[in-house]
């Protein structure tokens, strides 16, 4: 329909109707209506009029304006018409809107005169289909009740009842429109209106429900043998079907014929992806009985090849084993006997596995013969022998073989593989085109057909029209067939047209009919059509398609309907009356031609299966006189045939009446609620709807009758009083019709005639009309309202004022009364507020009076204490005097006992046994002295918690501000009494320093006299060895003197300690006062003296020593005593000895948490020295070195450096950067453990059986196992004798490298493999002619660019991870490990996947592969990326054969060593052959290797196979093999500085890490 040929009218304010379009670039914002999604009209209102341009300006649905031409704006319906013929404005998008409102109102069926259109709905509407519906659809007209199918069947009935004259409703529509589920509703309507025709339930004929039930019955098993799965539909009927259904006199049904057209044979050898074959075959192989499928050897339809050549075995929703039962179920309703579904199932089991039969051209002979492809294809072949009971020798020499029959002589001439397979399809779609043709004699035999019968009613179901991307012969046919039935279709509707004319009495002489002749005649014609061209090029056997199509060009050129494509050379153009189809001649020739082969036929002749026997005629040989021979095929013609059953229907169809179903697939998604504008006005061109409001547009196609004409536009009429007399219509309309100056108008008997547009201009002036008019209205109505308002409002202000003054006085008065009761309250409250004040006063005081009692009483306790500890220390003193006299009395004793000669022998003794006892209590005192550091060390941590405990408190209180001045007081009694205590505890350290000075200058001076009476009485000693024992003694007590000295050293160090401690007291001091500022006013309701006690009551807790303290105060030593002096100085000595141990072990820990600290935050600030150290390594080493923390048994600083570099790594997450940096670190840090860790090698044997402790034998035993027989060392630090603790840190290490490096590698394992989809297979666009350089070190520009996304993503995730390696300094033996690694991942994944698909192994694809691997290739050769190192690339080895032997020409003149030993070396036998048999050259359309090399490697597998070789052609992937540090770490000998470097800030401002800065010595 050209809507330029109509002259449209339109108005301001009327709903219309534009063009979608891009005018000048910009897009129309009515582009995205979601209603019209792919409608090629939007709708709008029009808001302006420029009549000198002729524009319109139109406001769209998301409120933008555009200008369109007045005669390009159509007028839009208000209101849907279930017939569309009643729409006022008939035009594309009119109707596309009507279908559409209609179907969002689940109302599917519409009409369009008498043409139904019914759109799927695609989903359950079952409650339309019920008896209840059909029964109130019986016997109404047509379009008495809303749109439906039943009325359609209905109409058919009556008319078939009433005129007597047999009826047929064609039903079509595209695959999925839901054709065959229209065509069963008519026919169960008419079997229900057959029944229901009689008086009642008992008399009607039993026969004729058995008829009935017999015909519902035929629709599943019809639909089991022709229906299947394909992209649109799930069960697209692949045949056409004209079901007659017979009347009897009493017009019950008496008998059925059923009529099929163009099967889909093709489809039973060859199925695409995503569709299925016949649904008979995967019912058969799910839903047969165990013994059923043993008789028939059946496996799952995955077995079969015909079955099998697509991915899709089952259908969503489909139990096949359950279709299969109510196939067989349709059978026996039928009247099919159990022998005959047996017989019936074992063809479609022959069919199956005659699929499986497989040739290969014979490597023996040299003639053009073939063999059975292996094992599996003799079984096969005997299993379709024994089900069909055939000879299998015979059915293997008629697939292998084609019989001549010359002169003197029969010959047998062997085909090649490809012939013999085109010789088994032909013989299965052969098998399967008889078996459904007999299958439905079978059907009509089992119904009956009435003889007699003379009234009938046919349903045709017949495909729709078809146009693809690629259109083939099955279109072709089905296109003809449509346009047949549409030229049917157009002469009905005109036949409608003219009828309508007569009965009102218009001239319609001058409506011109097009017909669609011309179309037909250039496909059927005899002359030079395209189905005699067709026969005639089938039947010269030297003619290809090709040829065909140059014959229809210069044979057809001139026909209009007739145009050659551009683009191609093997494809025509026909012009359809739904559009241009553009046809691919391929196979147009194989399709035509239905060969039957005299051979097969004989053969299945001769078979005792009676069901075969049927189907097959016995053909024999003949010979013609002259001697000559004649092929062994006769041909049929499918075009020929098919355009003969066409006209026998057509020859049906004209001798009925006929009825019309369009069905519209509104989605190509199969989904509810969706409609798709652009492909139902498509398939409403191809149902011949569209043409159909043509040819009513041609003539008058706007009509209403008198009535309904006036009713609406009788407003227009110059005289309104002829339209209120009876016989004045005629001249009321011509006054209407004259006034609007409408052209081309009749007025018939019943109802007034428009031409197309003249409805717009009548509707534009009713509506200007009716706009004036309500215009008046809405002044009058406003004048009203506007009155009403003003009234109204009047007296409202009146009652608000009166209301208002009211108010005013009834507040005054309220207010007097609030004044009064507020003198009142405030009375009461000030004397409420007296009495709580002067109780608050009079509990302060005794709250007052209470503390000072409190406070004196504490005072006196405190004097109380104070006089004890004077006495107890002026007992202490008298004590100490009293011993020194008596020490002084017993040493005068001793003196005079001296003086004499006998005496010395008696001293000497006694300073023997003196000496022995001594060194017992000496050692029984540095026990006792243990036992009080361990306790020191308890009270220690005890005062530490107290003092974190009282650090809380404080945190409290400043959060809580009711506590914070006692907690204040408290904390200033605590630093008194601290300070207080440090005081005493230093003027008692003085005085004991001062008696142990003393002590010493008496017993110096106590010795010096000894030793001069010893020198004096020498003479009469005669013991020798107790004046040297005497001698060692003062060599001791001079040793001990030295380190007194040493003692007093450290107390001036412990005294500065101290000073430190008592600035961190004023500190707090000045924290607390500065809280005190900020709590001024709390302080001042909070200064009774409870604060006191309470600060009393937590002064008792609190230690007078702080845990530095405990270390400054030695102990008060006895009083010496003569008999005791080496003892007490190995007291004193023990002492010092526990103090610096725990001096040391404080400052120990200060720094071991710096350097974990450092690990955990600011290890990336570390950095690298000049040749690539990393510092944090190195500053590590030199710390554990420096603390000895190698040579402990037990340490728990390990764990926690492992723990901190556990957790930064845990934080790298996806960083490369952070995990190389941290790699190098760990290595590095590993290697100078390994070069620098040794264990106790050398000692006596009896040593190494005295180290029997536990930990002593694991570290002899570890480090025996991991410490290598010789390491290059690190300069300046010596061999450490390592202990286990060290070992397992080492270990945990070497586990962390591993760790490490297997995250980097999965990690860009990970980035690449998504990339090898796209790597292996060439995009489609890329340019045949693509160079790459044989070098592989470069790569031009243009072809890096055709390589995709997916090579250079590669090259990304490489460039990544090598950048990331090279700023952090990984040695260079990882960097080679890890690329290694990777590579060998690309060359395994990309190497199997190129053996999995055989679209992968052509020839221009291994030119795509073979430019990656060369950029790949350059890329490992650029000298900043010289870590990835050669033997990488050399991973790439089966990946670069594999595409040098798709790319390599003269495949065929290659030898089988040529190409193992010289060409692909590394690949193993299975893999060539699987390369070898799936490359295809889609370029040059070369071979493959010749077929001798192809059978000597068969031999060599099968040799393989025998040696119990492994036969897979995969590689296995050993890239992800854990990778081991203990392999390689004696050979990675990096160069190691640990001088030169900037150290860390944290580390230069701490004197304890100075050494940092010295360079390391073995000392």
């Known amino acids: 329909m050209k809507e330029t040929d109509v002259v449209h009218a339109v108005a301001v304010g009327a709903e219309v109707w534009i063009e979608r379009a891009i005018a000048n670039g910009e897009e129309d914002d009515a582009e995205h209506d979601e209603l019209d999604r792919g409608a090629t009209h939007a709708r709008g209102v029009v808001r302006a009029l420029d009549e000198s341009r002729g524009v319109a300006v139109v406001e769209t649905m998301r409120g933008k304006r555009l200008e369109r031409q007045i005669d390009r704006v159509l007028m839009r319906e208000t209101q849907g018409q279930e017939d569309m013929v009643k729409l006022n404005h008939l035009h594309e998008p009119g109707v596309l809107e009507n279908l559409r409102q209609r179907y969002a109102q689940d109302d599917i069926y519409t009409y369009t005169g008498s043409i139904l259109i019914a759109v799927n709905p695609f989903k359950d509407v079952g409650h339309l289909y019920d008896e209840h519906m059909m029964g109130m659809y019986r016997g109404l007209r047509l379009g008495d009740l809303s749109p439906h199918v039943f009325a359609t069947a209905d109409a058919a009935y009556e008319a078939m009842r009433t005129e007597g004259t047999s009826q047929s409703v064609l039903v079509s529509g595209e695959s999925g429109a839901g054709k065959t589920e229209t065509a069963k509703l008519l026919m169960r309507y008419i079997a229900y209106r057959s029944m229901c025709e009689g008086a009642g339930p008992d008399e009607r004929d039993a026969t004729s429900e058995t008829t009935q039930k017999k015909i519902l019955e035929s629709n599943p098993l019809l639909e089991a043998f022709g229906n299947a799965k394909t992209v649109r539909n799930d069960n697209s009927s692949r045949f056409g079907k004209y079901v007659e259904m017979q009347f009897d006199a009493n017009r019950h049904i008496s008998g059925a014929a059923i009529r099929t057209y163009l099967l889909e044979r093709s489809r039973v050898v060859k199925t695409s992806d995503l569709e299925r074959n016949f649904h008979v075959f995967y019912q058969l192989c799910a839903g047969a009985e165990a013994s059923f499928r043993e008789d028939l050897r059946l496996k799952d339809a995955k077995g079969f090849h015909y079955t099998n050549q697509s991915s899709c075995f089952e259908l969503k929703g489909v139990?096949?084993?359950?279709?299969?039962?109510?196939?067989?179920?349709?059978?026996?309703?039928?009247?099919?006997?159990?022998?005959?579904?047996?017989?019936?199932?074992?063809?479609?089991?022959?069919?199956?596995?005659?699929?499986?039969?497989?040739?290969?051209?014979?490597?023996?002979?040299?003639?053009?013969?073939?063999?059975?492809?292996?094992?599996?294809?003799?079984?096969?072949?005997?299993?379709?022998?024994?089900?069909?009971?055939?000879?299998?020798?015979?059915?293997?020499?008629?697939?292998?073989?084609?019989?001549?029959?010359?002169?003197?002589?029969?010959?047998?001439?062997?085909?090649?593989?490809?012939?013999?397979?085109?010789?088994?399809?032909?013989?299965?779609?052969?098998?399967?085109?008889?078996?459904?043709?007999?299958?439905?004699?079978?059907?009509?035999?089992?119904?009956?057909?009435?003889?007699?019968?003379?009234?009938?009613?046919?349903?045709?179901?017949?495909?729709?029209?078809?146009?693809?991307?690629?259109?083939?012969?099955?279109?072709?046919?089905?296109?003809?067939?449509?346009?047949?039935?549409?030229?049917?279709?157009?002469?009905?509707?005109?036949?409608?047209?003219?009828?309508?004319?007569?009965?009102?009495?218009?001239?319609?002489?001058?409506?011109?009919?097009?017909?669609?002749?011309?179309?037909?005649?250039?496909?059927?014609?005899?002359?030079?059509?395209?189905?005699?061209?067709?026969?005639?090029?089938?039947?010269?056997?030297?003619?290809?398609?090709?040829?065909?199509?140059?014959?229809?060009?210069?044979?057809?050129?001139?026909?209009?309907?007739?145009?050659?494509?551009?683009?191609?050379?093997?494809?025509?153009?026909?012009?359809?009356?739904?559009?241009?189809?553009?046809?691919?001649?391929?196979?147009?020739?194989?399709?035509?031609?239905?060969?039957?082969?005299?051979?097969?036929?004989?053969?299945?002749?001769?078979?005792?299966?009676?069901?075969?026997?049927?189907?097959?005629?016995?053909?024999?040989?003949?010979?013609?006189?002259?001697?000559?021979?004649?092929?062994?095929?006769?041909?049929?013609?499918?075009?020929?045939?098919?355009?003969?059953?066409?006209?026998?229907?057509?020859?049906?169809?004209?001798?009925?009446?006929?009825?019309?179903?369009?069905?519209?697939?509104?989605?190509?998604?199969?989904?509810?609620?969706?409609?798709?504008?652009?492909?139902?006005?498509?398939?409403?061109?191809?149902?011949?709807?569209?043409?159909?409001?043509?040819?009513?547009?041609?003539?008058?196609?706007?009509?209403?009758?008198?009535?309904?004409?006036?009713?609406?536009?009788?407003?227009?009429?110059?005289?309104?009083?002829?339209?209120?007399?009876?016989?004045?219509?005629?001249?009321?309309?011509?006054?209407?019709?004259?006034?609007?100056?409408?052209?081309?108008?009749?007025?018939?008997?019943?109802?007034?005639?428009?031409?197309?547009?003249?409805?717009?201009?009548?509707?534009?002036?009713?509506?200007?009309?009716?706009?004036?008019?309500?215009?008046?209205?809405?002044?009058?109505?406003?004048?009203?309202?506007?009155?009403?308002?003003?009234?109204?409002?009047?007296?409202?202000?009146?009652?608000?004022?009166?209301?208002?003054?009211?108010?005013?006085?009834?507040?005054?008065?309220?207010?007097?009364?609030?004044?009064?009761?507020?003198?009142?309250?405030?009375?009461?409250?000030?004397?409420?507020?007296?009495?709580?004040?002067?109780?608050?006063?009079?509990?302060?005081?005794?709250?007052?009076?209470?503390?000072?009692?409190?406070?004196?009483?504490?005072?006196?306790?405190?004097?109380?204490?104070?006089?004890?500890?004077?006495?107890?220390?002026?007992?202490?003193?008298?004590?100490?005097?009293?011993?020194?006299?008596?020490?002084?009395?017993?040493?005068?004793?001793?003196?005079?006992?001296?003086?004499?000669?006998?005496?010395?022998?008696?001293?000497?003794?006694?300073?023997?046994?003196?000496?022995?006892?001594?060194?017992?209590?000496?050692?029984?005192?540095?026990?006792?002295?243990?036992?009080?550091?361990?306790?020191?060390?308890?009270?220690?941590?005890?005062?530490?918690?107290?003092?974190?405990?009282?650090?809380?408190?404080?945190?409290?209180?400043?959060?809580?501000?009711?506590?914070?001045?006692?907690?204040?007081?408290?904390?200033?009694?605590?630093?008194?009494?601290?300070?207080?205590?440090?005081?005493?505890?230093?003027?008692?350290?003085?005085?004991?320093?001062?008696?142990?000075?003393?002590?010493?200058?008496?017993?110096?001076?106590?010795?010096?006299?000894?030793?001069?009476?010893?020198?004096?009485?020498?003479?009469?000693?005669?013991?020798?060895?107790?004046?040297?024992?005497?001698?060692?003694?003062?060599?001791?007590?001079?040793?001990?003197?030295?380190?007194?000295?040493?003692?007093?050293?450290?107390?001036?160090?412990?005294?500065?300690?101290?000073?430190?401690?008592?600035?961190?007291?004023?500190?707090?001091?000045?924290?607390?006062?500065?809280?005190?500022?900020?709590?001024?006013?709390?302080?001042?309701?909070?200064?009774?003296?409870?604060?006191?006690?309470?600060?009393?009551?937590?002064?008792?807790?609190?230690?007078?020593?702080?845990?530095?303290?405990?270390?400054?105060?030695?102990?008060?030593?006895?009083?010496?005593?003569?008999?005791?002096?080496?003892?007490?100085?190995?007291?004193?000595?023990?002492?010092?000895?526990?103090?610096?141990?725990?001096?040391?072990?404080?400052?120990?820990?200060?720094?071991?948490?710096?350097?974990?600290?450092?690990?955990?935050?600011?290890?990336?600030?570390?950095?690298?020295?000049?040749?690539?150290?990393?510092?944090?390594?190195?500053?590590?080493?030199?710390?554990?070195?420096?603390?000895?923390?190698?040579?402990?048994?037990?340490?728990?600083?390990?764990?926690?450096?492992?723990?901190?570099?556990?957790?930064?790594?845990?934080?790298?997450?996806?960083?490369?950067?952070?995990?190389?940096?941290?790699?190098?670190?760990?290595?590095t840090l590993l290697q100078l453990l390994h070069r620098t860790l040794k264990t106790h090698s050398s000692g006596s044997k009896e040593m190494r059986r005295k180290s029997g402790s536990f930990f002593d034998r694991i570290n002899s035993r570890f480090a025996r196992a991991s410490t290598p027989t010789s390491s290059p060392g690190v300069n300046g630090v010596a061999h450490i004798d390592a202990k286990y603790p060290a070992f397992l840190f080492k270990q945990q290490l070497a586990a962390l490298v591993e760790r490490i490096y297997g995250t980097l590698r999965d990690r860009a394992k990970k980035d690449i493999n998504p990339q090898f989809a796209t790597c292996i297979q060439a995009p489609r666009n890329r340019v045949a002619s693509t160079k790459v350089s044989t070098g592989g070190a470069t790569l031009s520009r243009s072809s890096s660019a055709m390589l995709g996304d997916g090579w250079m993503r590669i090259l990304d995730v490489l460039e990544t991870s090598v950048k990331a390696m090279a700023l952090n300094n990984v040695p260079a033996q990882l960097t080679r490990k890890f690329f290694d690694q990777i590579f060998c991942f690309i060359n395994v994944q990309m190497f199997n996947a190129l053996l999995l698909r055989r679209e992968c192994c052509s020839f221009s694809n291994g030119e795509y592969i073979k430019m990656g691997l060369s950029l790949l290739d350059g890329w490992a050769r650029k000298p900043q990326n010289e870590a990835v190192g050669e033997h990488a690339l050399n991973e790439l080895r089966f990946i670069r054969q594999a595409v040098e032997l798709l790319v390599i020409h003269q495949k065929p003149q290659k030898t089988l060593n040529e190409i193992t030993l010289e060409l692909c070396p590394q690949l193993s036998i299975q893999q060539l052959y699987r390369i070898s048999t799936m490359y295809w050259d889609d370029k040059y359309g070369t071979e493959s290797v010749s077929a001798d090399v192809l059978s000597e490697m068969r031999v060599r597998m099968k040799e393989d196979n025998s040696a119990h070789l492994s036969n897979s052609f995969l590689l296995d992937d050993d890239s992800s093999v854990q990778f081991s540090i203990d392999e390689n770490i004696d050979a990675s000998s990096i160069n190691i500085q640990l001088t030169g470097y900037a150290l860390p800030s944290i580390f230069n401002e701490n004197a304890s890490f100075s050494f940092l800065l010295t360079r390391p010595t073995k000392e």
């Open 319 to 1227: 139990d096949d084993a359950e279709e299969f039962r109510r196939t067989i179920e349709a059978m026996d309703v039928i009247g099919i006997t159990k022998d005959e579904q047996k017989s019936i199932m074992s063809v479609i089991a022959g069919i199956l596995h005659l699929g499986n039969v497989h040739f290969v051209d014979s490597a023996e002979s040299t003639d053009e013969g073939c063999d059975l492809a292996g094992e599996d294809a003799k079984s096969a072949l005997l299993d379709c022998a024994a089900v069909l009971r055939l000879d299998a020798e015979k059915l293997e020499r008629s697939l292998r073989t084609r019989r001549l029959v010359l002169a003197d002589e029969v010959i047998h001439k062997p085909l090649s593989a490809a012939a013999a397979v085109h010789s088994r399809d032909a013989l299965a779609k052969s098998l399967y085109s008889k078996l459904f043709d007999a299958l439905v004699e079978r059907i009509n035999a089992c119904i009956g057909q009435d003889e007699r019968s003379e009234r009938y009613i046919g349903v045709l179901d017949i495909y729709g029209f078809e146009s693809f991307a690629v259109n083939s012969f099955e279109q072709f046919c089905i296109n003809f067939a449509n346009e047949k039935l549409q030229q049917h279709f157009n002469q009905h509707i005109f036949k409608l047209e003219q009828a309508e004319y007569e009965k009102e009495g218009i001239d319609w002489s001058y409506i011109e009919f097009i017909d669609n002749q011309d179309i037909l005649d250039v496909i059927e014609r005899r002359a030079n059509g395209i189905i005699s061209l067709l026969d005639e090029s089938c039947m010269l056997g030297s003619s290809t398609d090709e040829h065909f199509v140059h014959k229809l060009y210069s044979s057809l050129k001139n026909d209009t309907r007739f145009s050659k494509p551009k683009l191609t050379q093997t494809a025509f153009t026909l012009s359809h009356y739904a559009g241009e189809v553009t046809y691919e001649s391929e196979s147009f020739l194989d399709k035509n031609k239905d060969f039957i082969i005299q051979e097969q036929e004989e053969m299945i002749a001769s078979s005792s299966h009676e069901e075969l026997v049927k189907m097959f005629a016995t053909s024999r040989d003949c010979v013609d006189q002259t001697g000559r021979s004649k092929s062994s095929t006769k041909f049929s013609s499918v075009g020929a045939r098919f355009k003969k059953q066409l006209g026998e229907l057509m020859q049906k169809l004209n001798a009925t009446e006929p009825h019309y179903i369009r069905c519209i697939k509104p989605n190509a998604a199969s989904e509810p609620a969706r409609f798709d504008s652009a492909s139902v006005l498509q398939q409403l061109r191809c149902g011949g709807v569209l043409e159909a409001i043509r040819i009513s547009c041609a003539g008058y196609p706007s009509r209403k009758s008198i009535d309904v004409f006036l009713a609406r536009f009788g407003l227009l009429a110059p005289s309104a009083a002829s339209l209120f007399f009876e016989g004045k219509e005629r001249e009321a309309l011509e006054g209407i019709l004259q006034a609007a100056n409408v052209e081309g108008w009749q007025i018939g008997k019943t109802q007034v005639f428009l031409r197309a547009g003249q409805m717009a201009i009548l509707d534009v002036l009713r509506l200007n009309k009716l706009n004036g008019a309500a215009i008046a209205i809405q002044s009058r109505a406003r004048t009203f309202v506007k009155r009403k308002q003003f009234r109204e409002l009047r007296e409202a202000s009146i009652k608000i004022a009166a209301v208002t003054r009211g108010m005013i006085a009834r507040k005054k008065v309220r207010d007097i009364r609030e004044e009064m009761a507020a003198l009142r309250i405030q009375t009461a409250f000030r004397a409420i507020r007296a009495r709580i004040q002067f109780n608050r006063t009079k509990e302060a005081a005794l709250k007052i009076q209470a503390i000072v009692r409190g406070a004196r009483a504490r005072q006196v306790l405190q004097e109380t204490r104070d006089t004890e500890a004077r006495a107890t220390k002026a007992a202490t003193c008298i004590q100490s005097r009293w011993r020194g006299k008596f020490a002084r009395i017993e040493f005068n004793q001793l003196r005079s006992k001296a003086r004499e000669t006998g005496a010395l022998i008696e001293a000497k003794s006694a300073l023997e046994r003196q000496l022995e006892s001594e060194k017992m209590r000496t050692v029984m005192e540095q026990r006792a002295r243990q036992d009080d550091n361990a306790r020191h060390a308890n009270v220690e941590s005890a005062l530490r918690g107290r003092v974190d405990e009282l650090e809380k408190e404080l945190a409290d209180a400043n959060a809580k501000n009711a506590k914070i001045e006692g907690t204040t007081l408290m904390k200033d009694d605590e630093i008194i009494e601290l300070k207080r205590s440090m005081q005493e505890l230093q003027t008692a350290n003085r005085v004991e320093i001062q008696e142990l000075r003393q002590w010493k200058e008496k017993a110096a001076s106590l010795f010096a006299e000894l030793n001069a009476k010893l020198g004096v009485s020498s003479d009469d000693v005669s013991n020798e060895p107790s004046l040297v024992a005497l001698q060692e003694l003062v060599v001791k007590i001079n040793e001990k003197m030295q380190l007194s000295s040493k003692l007093e050293e450290e107390v001036r160090a412990l005294t500065h300690a101290r000073d430190d401690l008592d600035k961190m007291v004023n500190q707090m001091r000045d924290d607390i006062r500065d809280m005190e500022k900020e709590n001024e006013n709390l302080k001042s309701s909070f200064t009774s003296p409870s604060m006191d006690r309470r600060s009393a009551r937590f002064s008792g807790v609190l230690s007078p020593m702080s845990p530095m303290e405990s270390l400054d105060t030695p102990r008060s030593p006895d009083t010496p005593h003569s008999d005791d002096v080496v003892a007490s100085l190995e007291r004193e000595q023990a002492e010092l000895d526990a103090r610096k141990a725990k001096l040391e072990q404080v400052r120990s820990h200060l720094e071991y948490s710096i350097l974990l600290g450092f690990i955990e935050k600011n290890a990336a600030d570390a950095g690298f020295t000049e040749n690539g150290t990393p510092v944090l390594a190195c500053v590590i080493f030199r710390c554990l070195i420096k603390w000895g923390t190698f040579e402990l048994d037990r340490t728990t600083l390990f764990d926690k450096i492992m723990d901190a570099i556990s957790l930064n790594i845990d934080r790298a997450g996806e960083d490369h950067t952070a995990l190389a940096y941290w790699l190098s670190n760990s290595f």
